[in-house]
């Protein structure tokens, strides 16, 4: 998917004993969005746009060690091994061979490097002239800022594809505000701007600016406009969405005291996992501190100062826990954490209490996006079938108001509030909004310049696809069982158009398919070695819904 942008120029930073400037260089193909202010609170915003700088460069999935240099020298010495297990044989003339290739093999050696010496110092000059002069391409995407009549808001991904981070600033975050106009854009965030956010001090003044000047187009000037064509993967704007409609979803909901992140953070500090399951249990006690359990370890943490407000006992194990770290350098500046969970291995968000800032990271159901965690289509599933002309009407309305809840938008025109939160999540679905759980508002966003192919993004293949129409049919029983170990077995039938099929399947500890069988022809030709069937991604998704209470916000 081809993502094309014109920045006029580069983000720049101009930094005095005085005066800081931050000049985010906006995308001028966009509709034009602008921004000039002086912060107030200037530390908080360092160490708050330094933790979005953490979510864009994050990438913790697993990267197998590189065993090229060591194969390629056991084949290098594959005939000396070979002569010296030969040694007995004839161990004189056997050394005296060896001596003489050794020698053939070191003067070839040598010739070669001589020969390729120049190739590998050009092309280590040229990564390490990208590294330095070109470091954004070494990144999936520019953060998207949004500018709102009562926020401005930065949004990123991480190289992962499963941690969002948002950063929100209402005004009072300035002492100054010279000119703004709402809008959305995309803004060049140079290697060099994180390095430059940590001189920002408080008895030094601190301009940002979204810069105006950059929509004046100067066709003598050309030369000043830097064009930038990004080829995203398909499975990364995909990611974006998943995670963002999961935001719609209702949660469970409780606080969290700043030492309480900061004891899980030092735990995850200190011990390294060997073993599963990884996952962070929380159990949740109504009137009851909080109490976290960090497996496989069994370490607990009791949240004195954080009570369980919920009605109900609750118990949610999430994994990918090490992406908490990330709120690290929030936890000096922040008055709480605002923890939603949507249940057992699924999608959980955090939102860190900055005062006149807020800071929403969110977690996807897992680090790694393999096949054990596909399916997760029922976040982006519409809840309503809304007609062409309501959905119309509500993106006409929060065009005007740029925020506002379902239930403004039903009363402002007069609709059913069912039927707004239909069309309000699927345009989330689309890119176009954005659900603040902030404020618990929808916030028009425009992810990209033109709209995105949401029927080309809403399933990863097409067992999938496949999975979402048996899910439409409701022809789907099955039955949940707790095993000794920790593990859930599912077994169930789906009725599908021809035939109705049985299936069973076993989910470890870490949600992760232990094992699986179906009666239907694909699996019987696969087996699991190309993922699961559809009638197996039916009806874990129809497991995974009774974790979702049901409902609209």
Not at 84 to 98: L, S, V, W
């Amino acid at each position: 998917m081809l993502f094309k942008y014109k920045f006029a120029g580069n983000s720049t930073v101009t930094s005095t004993s005085q005066k800081t400037g931050l000049s985010f260089a906006p995308d001028t193909l966009r509709e034009s969005a602008w921004f000039v202010g002086k912060l107030h609170k200037k530390l908080a915003f360092r160490e708050a746009i330094s933790a979005l700088h953490d979510v864009v460069v994050s990438d913790l999935r697993f990267k197998p060690k590189d065993k090229t240099a060591y194969k390629e020298w056991v084949a290098q010495n594959e005939a000396l091994f070979l002569a010296e297990y030969m040694a007995g044989y004839d161990a004189n003339a056997a050394n005296n061979r060896i001596e003489q290739i050794k020698a053939e093999l070191t003067d070839v050696r040598s010739q070669k490097e001589k020969l390729m010496a120049p190739f590998y110092n050009a092309r280590q000059k040229y990564f390490n002239y990208l590294y330095e002069k070109n470091k954004e391409a070494w990144f999936v995407l520019d953060p998207v800022i949004t500018i709102h009549p009562d926020e401005l808001f930065f949004e990123c991904f991480s190289q992962d594809e499963s941690t969002y981070g948002k950063l929100g600033c209402n005004y009072n975050v300035f002492k100054q505000l010279d000119d703004y106009k709402c809008g959305t854009t995309n803004v060049d965030y140079s290697s060099a701007l994180y390095e430059e956010f940590q001189k920002i001090r408080d008895y030094k003044e601190t301009e940002l600016k979204v810069d105006p000047s950059g929509f004046t187009v100067q066709t003598t000037h050309e030369e000043q406009y830097k064009e930038v064509k990004i080829d995203l993967p398909e499975s990364w704007v995909r990611g974006f969405l998943q995670v963002s409609s999961a935001m719609t979803l209702p949660t469970i909901q409780f606080d969290l005291h700043p030492m309480d992140i900061y004891n899980i953070c030092l735990l995850l500090r200190r011990f390294k996992e060997k073993r599963g399951p990884r996952s962070l249990r929380y159990v949740l006690e109504p009137g009851q501190p909080v109490k976290v359990i960090l497996e496989p370890w069994g370490k607990e943490i009791i949240c004195a100062r954080s009570i369980y407000p919920g009605p109900t006992r609750q118990e949610v194990r999430t994994w990918g826990r090490r992406r908490l770290l990330i709120l690290e350098r929030l936890i000096p500046v922040a008055k709480k954490f605002t923890v939603h969970l949507l249940g057992t291995g699924l999608p959980s968000f955090y939102i860190a209490d900055l005062g006149d800032m807020n800071f929403t990271l969110g977690l996807s159901g897992w680090t790694a996006n393999d096949w054990s965690h596909a399916g997760n289509f029922d976040l982006l599933a519409p809840r309503l079938d809304v007609d062409d002309a309501i959905k119309a009407k509500v993106f006409t309305s929060i065009q005007q108001d740029w925020l506002g809840t379902a239930q403004h938008f039903a009363q402002k025109l007069s609709l059913d509030s069912a039927q707004v939160s239909g069309a309000l999540s699927a345009y989330t679905q689309a890119g176009r909004v954005i659900y603040d759980l902030n404020r618990n508002v929808y916030r028009l966003r425009e992810l990209s310049r033109e709209p995105l192919p949401f029927d080309k993004l809403r399933f990863d293949n097409p067992r999938e696809e496949m999975a979402a129409e048996l899910l439409k049919s409701k022809e789907i029983t099955f039955n949940s069982q707790e095993l000794a170990d920790g593990s859930t077995q599912l077994s169930g039938t789906v009725k599908a158009s021809r035939k109705t099929y049985d299936m069973q399947m076993v989910i470890d500890a870490d949600e992760k398919i232990r094992s699986a069988n179906c009666d239907c022809s694909y699996y019987i030709e696969n087996k699991l070695y190309k993922g699961p069937c559809e009638h197996m991604l039916a009806i874990r998704q129809s497991f995974n819904k009774t974790r979702i209470k049901e409902g609209f916000r």
